[in-house]
């Protein structure tokens, strides 16, 4: 059956059984840097306040079905002395990375208050200098070192990498590449500048040969270009184009979807690479557009391969995270947000590849620890110690996924550094489907010994990250001091790597922000409704 037609039917459905409208709250929160946050004070929906849509008030995205559950009775939950403990880790999509850049566009702005902070994104977001894995496959490799921060005599930072191989522009498929451009009035100004911004990146990035197509919507639906096929890099009907992009009228997002789509299939083939690329604020107003049908739409991209590529537009206010989010989660694309012309350029021109492309599909890693040791801290997607309660994830050329957590054992009496640590990375080939598997088999002695300057990073990375979730609750010096001591895990990181600039960039944003918390005092956050 035809997927667009199943789509249209449950549209069908869905309309005539709820006929949702959904007014989101793009326009909230200006003037405190809050992109619709909602009643709890994030930017998701299962009311707590970590940010996250696990449940739990945690931070982590782990699903904890009942926290009542977890005995730490010694005498009802004893420690395991015997068996090795088996955990299967998820990432999110390497190239899901919006996070990080919507914090640096509040932080200089001088805003306070960040919604949607995903560590596990900020981990994708900035590099990690780990050699390619040869072509077809993907390489494994980890790094530990103690922690002194968590109680215990056997607690170490533990760091996962699974490098994918490398791939250059001029080696990569041909595309098929459907732009799905919101010009709604919501998106006047700055959000507008950025989509011909953008799509004049993608246009500089493009092959002789590419197929690409363009539907702006807003109240109503247009065509701009219908499987046009490019002359090569900065193609000038193409660039044309761009620079016509313009805002009005209200905001269809849903129809827009279903458009694209159409268009999409219609240049299918199985030998390019077929994406739909979504910018949009996401700020829904007109139409059928309810998250849940507009997933819908994107879900059996993973089964058709036309992946979604979703790129956030706006910010201070304007920019509805949770919606872009849901829609690239089941779109299986890369999740981006572009605020400047130069962040424009390094997602569609440097990182074109990786934002389009997939390495290896359906990653998922398996982790066996000896025995007494368990996950404190993880600081990925999800982890369980059933494998079916974990979302394997889709892994771009040119990139890594980086599992990041904190392990300790529950006996240091019998912990043995000599015990054995396996890592194995279960993947398919993204075009054959073919399973494929990569192990790394190492102890936990080893590993110590070994170098650790990315583990350092990936240490300074997270306490960064974890540092902007916890200050939407903290004043005074408690804001200052959480701060200060993320700094010192940068210095630490920079003492290894000198002139790294991701780390340098980090640095100096802790250092504006914590500027921001002493000269303003900080308000309560507001209590947002929801629908």
């Given at each position: 059956?035809?997927y667009?037609?199943?789509f249209?039917?449950?549209?069908l459905?869905?309309?005539?059984?709820?006929?949702?409208?959904m007014?989101?709250g793009?326009?909230?929160g200006?003037?405190?840097?809050?992109?619709?946050s909602?009643?709890?004070?994030d930017?998701?929906?299962?009311?707590?306040?970590?940010?996250d849509t696990?449940?739990?008030?945690?931070?982590?995205?782990?699903?904890?079905?009942?926290?009542?559950e977890?005995?730490?009775?010694?005498e009802?939950?004893?420690?395991?002395?015997v068996?090795e403990?088996?955990?299967y880790l998820?990432?999110?999509?390497?190239?899901s990375?919006?996070?990080?850049v919507?914090?640096r566009?509040?932080?200089?702005?001088?805003?306070?208050?960040?919604?949607?902070?995903?560590?596990?994104?900020f981990?994708?977001?900035?590099?990690f200098?780990?050699?390619?894995?040869?072509?077809?496959?993907?390489?494994?490799?980890?790094?530990?070192?103690?922690?002194?921060?968590?109680?215990?005599?056997?607690?170490?930072?533990?760091?996962?990498?699974?490098?994918?191989?490398?791939?250059?522009?001029?080696?990569?498929?041909?595309?098929?590449?459907?732009?799905?451009?919101?010009?709604?009035?919501?998106?006047?100004?700055?959000?507008?500048?950025?989509?011909?911004?953008?799509?004049?990146?993608?246009?500089?990035?493009?092959k002789?040969?590419d197929?690409?197509?363009?539907?702006?919507?807003?109240?109503?639906?247009?065509v701009?270009?219908n499987?046009?096929t490019?002359?090569?890099?900065?193609?000038?009907?193409?660039?044309s184009?761009?620079?016509?992009?313009?805002?009005?009228g209200?905001?269809?997002?849903?129809?827009?979807?279903?458009?694209?789509?159409?268009?999409?299939?219609?240049n299918?083939?199985?030998?390019?690479?077929?994406?739909?690329?979504?910018?949009s604020d996401?700020c829904?107003?007109?139409?059928?557009?309810d998250?849940?049908?507009?997933?819908?739409?994107?879900?059996?991209?993973?089964?058709?391969?036309?992946?979604?590529?979703?790129?956030g537009?706006?910010?201070?206010g304007?920019?509805?995270?949770?919606?872009?989010?849901t829609?690239?989660?089941?779109?299986?694309?890369?999740?981006?947000?572009?605020?400047?012309?130069?962040?424009?350029?390094?997602?569609?021109g440097?990182?074109?590849?990786?934002?389009?492309?997939?390495a290896?599909?359906d990653?998922?890693v398996?982790?066996?620890?000896?025995a007494?040791?368990?996950?404190?801290?993880?600081?990925?997607?999800?982890y369980s110690?059933?494998?079916?309660?974990?979302?394997?994830?889709h892994?771009?050329?040119?990139?890594?996924?980086?599992y990041?957590?904190?392990?300790?054992s529950?006996?240091?009496?019998?912990?043995?550094?000599?015990?054995?640590v396996?890592?194995?990375?279960?993947?398919?080939?993204?075009?054959?489907l073919?399973?494929?598997?990569?192990?790394?088999?190492?102890?936990?002695?080893?590993?110590?010994?070994?170098?650790?300057?990315?583990?350092?990073?990936?240490?300074?990375?997270v306490?960064?990250?974890e540092?902007?979730k916890?200050?939407k609750t903290?004043?005074?010096?408690?804001?200052?001091d959480?701060?200060d001591a993320?700094?010192?895990k940068?210095?630490?990181?920079?003492?290894?790597?000198?002139?790294?600039?991701?780390?340098?960039e980090v640095l100096?944003?802790?250092?504006t922000?914590?500027?921001?918390?002493?000269a303003?005092?900080?308000?309560?956050?507001?209590?947002r409704?929801h629908?």
């Amino acid at each position: 059956m035809n997927y667009l037609t199943t789509f249209k039917q449950g549209a069908l459905f869905l309309a005539a059984s709820l006929t949702l409208y959904m007014a989101i709250g793009c326009s909230m929160g200006a003037e405190d840097g809050l992109s619709g946050s909602y009643v709890d004070g994030d930017s998701d929906i299962d009311g707590d306040t970590d940010g996250d849509t696990d449940g739990d008030a945690d931070g982590d995205s782990t699903i904890i079905e009942d926290p009542e559950e977890l005995d730490t009775d010694s005498e009802t939950d004893p420690c395991d002395t015997v068996n090795e403990v088996v955990l299967y880790l998820s990432a999110d999509d390497s190239n899901s990375m919006a996070s990080p850049v919507e914090a640096r566009a509040v932080i200089l702005s001088g805003n306070k208050y960040m919604n949607s902070v995903r560590t596990y994104e900020f981990l994708n977001y900035y590099t990690f200098d780990n050699a390619p894995a040869l072509a077809g496959a993907v390489a494994v490799t980890a790094q530990m070192t103690p922690n002194e921060e968590v109680a215990g005599d056997e607690t170490y930072d533990f760091q996962i990498s699974v490098q994918a191989p490398a791939l250059s522009n001029a080696a990569r498929r041909p595309v098929n590449l459907t732009l799905s451009l919101d010009t709604s009035g919501s998106m006047s100004g700055h959000p507008i500048e950025m989509v011909r911004q953008s799509c004049l990146a993608i246009a500089g990035s493009l092959k002789d040969g590419d197929i690409i197509s363009a539907v702006t919507w807003s109240t109503t639906q247009s065509v701009l270009l219908n499987s046009h096929t490019v002359s090569g890099p900065n193609d000038a009907t193409l660039v044309s184009m761009c620079n016509g992009i313009a805002a009005n009228g209200g905001t269809n997002l849903n129809e827009g979807l279903v458009m694209a789509y159409n268009l999409a299939e219609a240049n299918f083939s199985e030998n390019r690479i077929n994406r739909v690329v979504l910018m949009s604020d996401g700020c829904a107003n007109v139409g059928v557009t309810d998250k849940d049908l507009i997933a819908l739409h994107a879900y059996d991209a993973n089964g058709e391969g036309i992946y979604m590529i979703g790129v956030g537009m706006g910010g201070g206010g304007t920019f509805n995270d949770v919606l872009m989010d849901t829609i690239t989660d089941e779109g299986k694309g890369a999740y981006i947000f572009i605020d400047t012309a130069a962040e424009a350029q390094l997602m569609f021109g440097e990182r074109f590849v990786s934002n389009i492309e997939v390495a290896a599909r359906d990653v998922q890693v398996e982790l066996t620890l000896p025995a007494t040791f368990e996950m404190i801290e993880f600081h990925g997607e999800e982890y369980s110690e059933n494998p079916d309660e974990v979302d394997p994830q889709h892994l771009a050329p040119n990139d890594a996924m980086i599992y990041h957590q904190i392990i300790g054992s529950c006996d240091s009496t019998v912990v043995d550094h000599n015990d054995p640590v396996t890592i194995t990375a279960t993947y398919y080939n993204p075009i054959s489907l073919t399973p494929l598997s990569t192990t790394l088999n190492t102890t936990m002695g080893t590993l110590l010994a070994a170098d650790n300057t990315l583990i350092l990073k990936g240490n300074a990375i997270v306490a960064y990250a974890e540092a902007l979730k916890e200050l939407k609750t903290l004043t005074g010096l408690d804001a200052t001091d959480l701060i200060d001591a993320a700094i010192v895990k940068v210095q630490t990181a920079q003492a290894v790597s000198p002139g790294d600039p991701d780390l340098a960039e980090v640095l100096s944003l802790l250092q504006t922000y914590r500027t921001t918390f002493q000269a303003f005092k900080i308000k309560k956050l507001p209590q947002r409704d929801h629908i």
